[in-house]
């Protein structure tokens, strides 16, 4: 388990605390949830077959084609998020709610009196495609490591002379580590470049917070056409907006006194990105029979160019001199790096349904091949060769599932859906079952022109994460339970 811990690689603490870009990085960027408008949503998202929703433009640009008259809304959204983590046999929660903008869109269509095309529609639409708003707190007692054998790992190497401030050959990790008292040398003599925990003899309890905040979001611009009311397609051009604000806080506390010299210490690693990109869309939809529609779609990598920039900060209660307490108050320097991600293709398929006008069921299948994800440099051909090659080989081909349910009373419509999301994970790694399911529901009212509607989606997934890893030694990863509730609104005018 030791030679393969580095590849259990969902600890965004290791991974920005070395300030190296990885397999997450590309993972998060590549996944998408549930989000859209209420009608969307609340069908699970299964649209690929159905289209006239300015949410389903963003999966199959076909839908475009299918709206009969020009069409704008708005959705907002209230996001309530859960996360209870196990760790060292202790359990904990925290929560985070916020408020988005998760659709605001606008399709335009232009009618043919004669011939088979039948009309010529455009659209423009904003939709947010994740939400990384999420708390997470773990606590508990380790008996076997703490974060500061982390920082004395990743000091080996370097010589006690070059710990001094301002040296060049040290960084800032193990600068503000030793300063702060946390590690020590194994010798005094001017060869040692081998450390340790001022502490590792003894246990110790941690506390680890984690705050996330941002999103991913796509600007889409689309055309599509109507053949003969049973051919439609569309071509779509997608932009994303990313930012993503990431701060994890590891505090360990003596808390049973039995540590000489030390009181606690907190760890706290600040880490921001914001990034663009871009994408292209085609898609088909055909109407089979009056009661039945096929629909596919096929979406390119993104081209995502991110900017990263991060600093960590490292606090102490210790007395060095082992007569009185001190307090050490240590930051790094700002760091910054730019970088690309080529994420993976899409490709959908789906099935609709309608019965007698009244209902409609629809299902969906999404391919995603993970692994064929990637990280590029400006400055090296070979900078990211190594994690290139953990995405080969960690992540899995991902297969993603939605089914959509819609039934029609009047000028009320009734409506519930189930979304899968498979791990992306293979099945040699800890979190190969992290699939995150959605049960979803609404109700919408038609007034004419103007229309209605509600949802909301329940959210579940569970995976491993860690507070640090160790070449040297076996670190007790937790497991977050994390449960998320939408509610969404759309207000919708036709003209």
């Known amino acids: 388990m030791k030679s393969n811990i580095r590849l259990l690689v969902l600890s965004l603490l290791v991974v920005h605390s070395s300030f190296a870009q990885n397999l997450d990085d590309a993972l998060r960027y590549s996944r998408q949830g549930l989000n859209g408008t209420s009608r969307y949503v609340s069908m699970g998202g299964a649209f690929g077959a159905l289209g006239g929703d300015l949410s389903a433009i963003n999966n199959n640009p076909a ?37 988005n903008l998760d659709n605001l869109g606008f399709v335009g269509s232009l009618k043919i009196l004669e011939g088979p095309l039948k009309a010529i529609n455009y659209g423009f639409t904003y939709k947010r495609t994740s939400n990384f708003h999420q ?21 080996n190497g370097t010589y006690i002379s070059d710990l001094d401030e301002g040296n060049e050959y040290a960084s800032d990790l193990s600068y ?17 470049t081998i450390y340790v925990s001022m ?20 600007y889409t611009f689309s055309v599509g056409f109507n053949y003969n009311d049973q051919l439609y397609g569309g071509l779509a051009i997608g932009f994303n907006s990313v930012r993503y604000v990431y701060r994890t806080t590891i505090e360990e506390i003596d808390s049973k006194n039995q540590i000489d010299n030390f009181k606690q210490m907190e760890y706290e690693d600040n880490f921001t990105t914001t990034a663009n990109g871009y994408n292209f869309k085609l898609g088909l939809i055909y109407k089979i029979t009056p009661w039945l529609r096929f629909g596919t779609s096929f979406q390119t990598p993104n081209v995502i160019k991110l900017s990263d920039s991060y600093y960590h900060v490292i606090k102490s209660s210790v007395s060095p001199d082992g007569l009185s307490y001190k307090n050490y108050n240590l930051r790094s320097g700002d ?38 994800a990637s990280l590029r440099s400006y400055y ?14 960690f992540l899995a081909a991902g297969h993603n599932a939605k089914i959509g349910l819609e039934y029609r009373l009047g000028i009320t419509s009734l409506r ?46 569970s995976y491993y ?28 005018i036709r003209f």
Do not use: H
């Open 465 to 492: 994460q860690y507070p640090y890893l160790l070449k040297q030694a076996d670190v007790q990863p937790y497991l977050v339970d994390k449960t998320t509730s939408q509610f969404l609104t759309t207000i919708g």
């Open 335 to 372: 760091g910054a790096y730019d970088y690309k991600i080529i994420t993976p293709m899409r490709l959908m398929a789906g099935l609709g349904f309608t019965i007698d006008k009244k209902a409609v069921i629809s299902m969906e299948y999404e391919y995603v091949e993970y692994r064929t």
């Open 176 to 192: 503000d580590a030793y300063n702060a008292y946390l590690i020590n040398p194994t010798n005094l003599s001017d060869t040692n």
């Open 63 to 99: 839908a475009v084609g299918v709206f009969l008259y020009s069409e704008l809304n708005i959705t907002p959204d209230f996001n309530y998020t859960t996360s209870k983590a196990s760790y060292l046999g202790s359990n904990a929660s925290d929560l985070k709610f916020n408020f």
């Open 416 to 461: 519930a859906g189930f979304n899968y999301l498979g791990s992306p994970y293979s099945n040699s790694q800890i979190n190969k079952n992290a699939y995150t399911l959605y049960y979803t529901g609404g109700i919408g009212f038609n007034f004419n022109n103007i229309y209605i509607d509600m949802a909301y989606a329940l959210g579940n997934s």
């Open 380 to 393: 090296s051909a070979s900078e990211f060769s190594d994690a290139n090659r953990d995405i080969k080989d």
């Open 199 to 218: 502490y590792n003899q003894n246990g110790i309890e941690q506390s680890i917070y984690q705050q996330t905040t941002g999103y991913n979001s796509e």
């Open 135 to 155: 708390n997470i707190y773990a606590n508990g007692y380790n008996n076997s490591n703490t974060v500061t054998d982390y920082f004395a790992e990743q000091t």
